[in-house]
């Protein structure tokens, strides 16, 4: 029998909102299941491309066993503060993770190992990563690539250890001293060729 178009209607709606509903995960419905820890200290300054940042995660023992059976993949960001957020729409928080600009550089994305013993990596700060107060937030996501759980470097409101780093300017002392020997070379040549030009206008008037 054909379906009606109220029906198909119906189903098409259906669909979409499926599609809509599927991946739309808020970050307060997360539990905060992991604790996190960093090296840096509160108001350390690190140098991106220099400097070495080592993270260790692990579940909170306090909770259940079992509850991280659901845990497949484990994802390490660095995230911006929210004195590096004010003014800066695309840094901008929101609780639909899908549309949160706070972590947009991944540490590192390893499969989840359960247990009581606690995982370790060290990151080499990234060259592109630019100024600002970070934290480190570390996700637990599903089989299904959804995310499940959490756990930070810092407080709910995002106000304890704290760290900055310091993004590469480009320049260094040897470029800076080349350049301001080149300069004065050239002052000095400029400066020649005009006593030589006037020694031969000199020179000219005489004859």
Same mark, same amino acid.
């Given at each position: 029998m054909a379906a009606t178009p109220a029906f198909l209607l119906i189903s098409i709606l259906l669909s979409c909102l499926?599609?809509?509903?599927?991946g739309l995960i808020l970050f307060s419905s997360l539990r905060k299941t992991l604790v996190v820890s960093a090296s840096p200290k509160a108001g350390q300054v690190h140098k991106a491309g220099v400097d070495n940042i080592t993270v260790t995660w692990g579940v909170n023992q306090t909770f259940p066993a079992g509850t991280d059976s659901a845990y497949k993949t484990i994802k390490v960001k660095l995230c911006y503060a929210p004195v590096s957020q004010s003014d800066r729409a695309w840094r901008k928080t929101e609780d639909n993770l899908s549309k949160d600009?706070?972590?947009?550089?991944t540490i590192v994305s390893r499969p989840y190992t359960s247990g009581s013993k606690n995982q370790t990596f060290t990151w080499t700060i990234e060259r592109d990563v630019p100024t600002a107060t970070y934290f480190i937030r570390v996700y637990a996501y599903n089989s299904d690539e959804d995310v499940v759980a959490y756990g930070q470097t810092t407080d709910a409101h995002k106000t304890t250890n704290l760290f900055d780093i310091q993004a590469i300017?480009?320049?260094?002392?040897?470029?800076?001293?080349? !350049? %301001?020997?080149?300069?004065?070379? !050239? %002052?000095?040549?400029?400066?020649?060729?005009?006593?030589?030009?006037?020694?031969?206008?000199?020179?000219t008037q005489g004859k």
């Open positions: 499926c599609c809509s509903s599927h600009k706070t972590c947009q550089f300017t480009g320049r260094h002392t040897s470029l800076d001293i080349a !350049s %301001v020997c080149f300069s004065a070379f !050239s %002052v000095l040549a400029l400066f020649g060729f005009f006593m030589n030009e006037k020694r031969k206008a000199k020179k």
